[in-house]
C-alpha cells in the first residue's frame, strides 16, 4: 500500500507537485495518468525517497520508505529516466543491485530469464534498445519480489508483443496481492490494464477513481438518431434526466435513454427512424476534457483538431 | 508468471541491507566497468613508466650537473617522479567513481536499494581505497626498483633500507590513495564528470606553479599547505617550495582536507534530491 498525503514539491519558482493525497492499494492495478510535465515521475522519485518533499508526506507500507530493513523487498520501482550505467553489462547492472540487500545470483538469473533478456544478459547496457532497457528496469524492479512494484512508463518503447507482456505481467502481480501502481499518458493503455486510476494534472489530483467512473463523468453515453421529423421524435423522448440535442438538422443526439428505450418510443409514436447509433464516450476524451485545463505543453489549435477529433 | 509466485521461497532469505553487502555490490560495480581497468593502467603505467624515465635521464646527465644540483640530488624521489603524473589519473578515477553514478542516472537505481544512502559512499570510499592502496603499492615499488636499478648503472641507485626509502615509497601510496579519495568526494560534490575532473587538476596541477607566483612574505606560509604540496611531502616530492612540511605532518594535513570533503559529500549525498 502507498499513502500519499498532502504531497507538495516545489522546484524554485515552479510547483511540481501541489498538495497531492491518494491511496494506492495492494491486490490491483492502479494507473497513474496525467499529461507531460504533470509531477508524475516527482510523485514516484518522492514515494522511493530519491527527493524529499518540501511538505507532506509519503508512506510505503505504513511507514518511510528510507527506514525499510530490507528495501528492496518492499518497494520495486522503474524509473522513466533510464537508471543505468551504460557502461556495465546487464547482469552486472542486475547483481550489483540484488547483493546490497543479499539477493543472490540465482535470483538475478530468474529476472533475467522473467524479462526475457538471458540472450543479452552479458552485453554492455549502452547498445540496448529502449524496449530492451525498459525490460531492464522492469527486471531490476523485480528482483527483491517486492509488495509495491512502481513502474514509471513501462511501455514506453516496447513492442506490440512487449507491450502485452507488460499488461499481463501487471496483471499477475496484482493477482499475486501486490500493489502495483502504473504511470502512463495514455489513457488507453491505461484502460486495459489498470483498474482504478489516479490523475493529476499540473501537480494537483484532478480524479481518483475507477475507469467506470471516469467514463460516466466524461460524459456517458449517448445516442445518434438520424429522423425526417425530428421535432416530433424529441417532443416523444423528452422527460425527467433526459437531454436531447440537435447539431445537424435531421439528427438528434439523446442522453439518458437506451437504444432499444428510443426505438420502442418512435415505434410507439409512429415516427420513423433511419439510423440508431450509441456512442460510448471514449477514456481518451474523458482524460483530455479532465486535463484540459493542467496541460503545460499544448499544441495549437488547427494542428490539434485533425488529431483528435 | 510461476518465477514471481514461487520467488520468495526460492532463495530470497533474509534480505536486509548491511554495510557489507553494500561493500561487495561496490566492488561488482567497479570490476565490472571496463573504464575504471584502464584509468587503473594508465595510472600504473603512468606511475611506473615516468620514474623510470626520470631516472634514466638524471643518471645519464648527472655527469653534468653543478655540484649543487649533485648536493641535491635525491635517487628516491627521481624514482617516485611518476607519482605526480599518477595521481591525475587515479583522481580522475576517484571522480568517475561518482560522477559516473550521476551521468547515467545509475544513482537513482543505487540509492532506491539502499534508502538510507549513506553506506553507498562509505561502500565506494572503501572499495577504491582497497583497490587504488593495493594498486598504488605495487606500482610503487616497482617504480622504485626499476628507477633504482636505471640508477644504479651510474652508481646513483640505493637500496629500499636506506633512509626514508621505504616510507617515501609507502607514502607515495598513501598520498595516491588519499588523493585519489579528494577525486571521490569531488564527484559527489558536483555530480559531474568534467567538473570534478577540472577541480581536482587544477588543485593539484594547476594552483601549485600559481601559488609560487604569490610574494615569498605569503606565499611560504600557503603553498606548503596546498594539498599536492603537503601530501608529496611524504615522499619527498615537493618541488620548490622553501620550507615544505615535514612528511607525516605533511600527509595529515591532506588527510584533513579528505576528511573535510568526505563530511561534506556525506552531508550532500545525505541532504540534496538525487
Redesign the interface.
Known sequence: MIEVQNLTKRYGEKVAVDGLSFTVQPGIVTGFLGPNGAGKSTTMRMIAGLDQPTTGQVRVSGRDYRDAGAPMAELGIMLEARAVHTGRSARNHLLALAQTNGIGRHRVDEVIDLVGLRDVAAKRVGGFSLGMGQRLGIAAALLGNPRVVILDEPVNGLDPEGVLWVRNLLKALAVDGHTVFVSSHLMSEMALTASRLVVIGRGRLIADTTVDELTAQAGGSNVTVRTPQPAELRAALLGPGIMVSSETPGVLVVEGLSTEQIGTIAWQAHLPVFELTAREASLEEAFMQLTEESVDYRSHEPAMAGAVR | ?S???S??T?????????QL??L???W??FR????TLWTLLTALVLMIGIGALFSAVNASQYHTFSPAQMASFDPISVSMAGTTFAVIAFGVLGVLTMS??YG?????????????RLPVLWAKLGVFAGVVLAASLAASFAAFWLGQVLLAGHHLGVSITSADALRSVIGAALYITVSGLIGVTLGALFRNTAAGIATFTGVFFVLPPLASLLPSSIGDHLTKYLPSNAGSAIFGGVHGVSNSLSPWTGFAVLCGYAVVLIAAAAWRLR?S??
Open positions: 508468471m518465477v514471481l509466485t520467488a520468495p526460492s532463495g530470497l532469505p533474509a534480505l536486509k541491507v548491511t553487502r553494500v561487495r555490490s561496490e561488482t560495480k565490472s566497468l571496463r573504464s559516473g553514478e547515467t542516472g545509475m544513482i537513482r537505481s543505487s540509492l532506491t536499494v539502499v534508502p538510507r541532504h534530491d538525487a
